[in-house]
Structures are given as structure tokens and as C-alpha cells.
């Protein structure tokens, strides 16, 4: 499922274009370039226009780049630590992921405090919350539950992550969404409650289709 952008002040912050926010549309997926010319590249724009400034370049045969959200043929990616634009022309969609589902091999970040979490290919996940005083270092979750909202038209999933010293649910959405400590951009937002005995903390962040 795909949502719109929200609130001109986001969408002022992160895209200089004289777009609205109903111009964008978040869709993460992950493409490739093609249609390049091998000894080219397809250049990374400031803005979604053919005569903003080059701030990057993606290889001719580059796959698994993420496209956040588009406007008006041209696609969000990351550069570095800041994000630009690219247009759609030179880019097929390989992903594909079931909308109703969390893709494979999403991961999950946030900061201040830091950790970190992402969903295997087999069913499981890898989750560090040692930063943060919870645990020692990187834990596999083999007790892994994933779903989306029963309720007609929305697009948010669940998930729990049982089976550790630490217990963990939360909601991931399709959304526009900041580390805090970059101009990275992603298109994913996620809420984790995590449990340990009788302590809970609730934390945020951002995740992504690219690791």
C-alpha cells in the first residue's frame, strides 16, 4: 500500500523543489538502473529537475537501490549521508515485495539511544540492544511473528520478536521518516515496545529496504 506524504512542513525540510506534498508519494521499493549506456552513469540531482545540481552518480548496472517516493517521474534515493533525485526513466522496479506483508530483509534502526534489528530470509531476526544497556551484543530471534492491520485500508504491520532476555512488538507504516542524525532519507517508520521482566521502554526509528 502506498501513502502520501505528510505535512508541508516535513516535505518543506526534505525536498528544496517547489513540490506539495501531494506531488510526493511514498513507495519504497528496491530498483536497478537500466538503460544506461555502460560507459555512462545515471546522475543524482539536488531536485527533481533535469537542471538542478549533480550531488551523485549510480553505476549503469546498479541494483538494489532503494527509491523512497516519487514525484512527477523522478525518484528519491540516498547519496553518502544525504538523499537526491533520479529519474524513473532509467529505473525498473525489481522488488516487487507483497504490500500486506513486511519485505524480507528489512532492517531497522534508531538513534539516541542506538539499536538496531532486521528480518532474515528464513523467518528470524537479528536484533542489537546493546547500546542502549539491554543485553551484550547481537541476539537471533527465531520466535518471529509478522502481519499487517485487519482493519480495511490501513497499511500498517506488526511484529513481535520473542524467544531472548529481550522481548520486542512494534508497528512499522509506510512513511516519510529521519534518522536525526543524517539527511538520509527512508520510507519506512517503526514504534518498538521492548520488555525485559518487569522494565519496558518504548523507542523510534527508521527502516530501511537497502542495507
Known amino acids: 500500500m502506498r501513502a502520501l506524504l505528510r505535512g508541508l512542513a516535513a516535505a518543506a525540510c526534505l525536498f528544496a523543489a517547489p513540490l506539495s506534498a501531494q506531488d510526493i508519494e511514498v513507495d519504497p521499493d528496491l530498483y536497478r538502473v537500466s538503460g544506461v549506456a555502460f560507459n555512462d552513469v545515471l546522475n543524482i540531482r539536488q531536485e527533481p529537475t533535469a537542471a538542478s545540481p549533480i550531488i551523485g552518480a549510480l553505476s549503469p548496472d546498479a541494483t538494489g537501490v532503494e527509491v523512497i517516493a516519487t514525484a512527477s517521474g523522478w525518484g528519491l534515493v ?3 549521508e544525504g538523499h537526491g533525485w533520479v529519474s524513473m526513466r532509467y529505473m525498473t522496479r525489481e522488488g516487487d515485495w507483497v504490500k500486506d506483508r513486511l519485505p524480507k530483509g528489512l532492517s531497522c534502526y534508531g538513534t539516541e539511544p542506538f539499536w538496531n534489528f532486521g528480518f532474515g530470509d528464513t523467518g ?3 536484533a542489537d540492544w546493546s547500546l542502549m544497556g539491554w543485553g551484550s551484543g547481537p541476539v537471533v530471534y527465531y520466535d518471529v511473528w509478522t502481519g499487517s492491520a485487519q482493519n480495511r485500508g490501513q497499511a500498517n504491520r506488526g511484529f513481535t520478536l520473542a524467544g531472548d532476555a529481550v522481548d520486542a512488538a512494534g508497528v512499522i507504516r509506510t512513511d ?9 532519507a527512508y520510507g519506512f517508520a517503526v514504534d518498538v515496545i521492548l520488555k525485559r521482566g518487569a522494565d519496558g521502554m518504548m523507542v523510534s526509528g527508521c527502516c530501511s529496504l537497502s542495507n
Open 124 to 126: 528470524t531476526a537479528i
Open 78 to 80: 540516498n547519496s553518502g
Open 176 to 184: 516519510y521518516c529521519s534518522d536525526g542524525m543524517s539527511d538520509r
